[in-house]
């Protein structure tokens, strides 16, 4: 089974930065993209940012020159890096990942639990 592990959310003024993380564990093969995405009360949930195991990424429109994301392969760990935070930014934000288990014939789409990110005006 493989569990993502996601950590650094919490409260922070508009216009401050944060950083989350989100660790890969368990019996991994390989792991080709891993990013996040997050949701607000009321709306779905949409793409945040995406780093491939290649290094290409992609990020969703509304945070794009503001949120870089990056990735060691090493440790399973992918990185997200929150600037100039705005109020809309406030959801939660859920670790994805798409892994190869060893057991298993290969890759699944993969979850965290999420955490909380909140921004005040």
């Known amino acids: 089974q493989v569990q993502l592990v996601e950590g650094g959310g919490g409260l922070v003024q508009a216009g401050g930065s944060l950083k989350l993380s989100c660790a890969a564990n368990?019996?991994?093969?390989?792991?080709?993209?891993m990013g996040w995405y997050r949701q607000a009360p009321g709306k779905q949930r949409e793409l945040v940012a995406i780093?491939?195991?290649?290094?290409?990424?992609n990020f969703g429109d509304s945070v794009k020159g503001r949120f870089t994301i990056s990735r060691d392969n090493a440790k399973n760990t992918v990185y997200l890096h929150m600037n100039s935070l705005k109020p809309e930014d406030t959801a939660v934000y859920y670790c994805?990942?798409?892994?190869?288990?060893?057991?298993?014939?290969?890759?699944?789409?993969?979850w965290g639990r999420g955490t909380q990110v909140a921004v005040s005006s």
């Open positions: 994805h990942a798409d892994a190869w288990e060893t057991a298993r014939w290969g890759y699944e789409h993969y």
């Open positions: 368990g019996n991994i093969r390989d792991i080709n993209g």
């Open positions: 780093i491939r195991k290649d290094a290409s990424t």
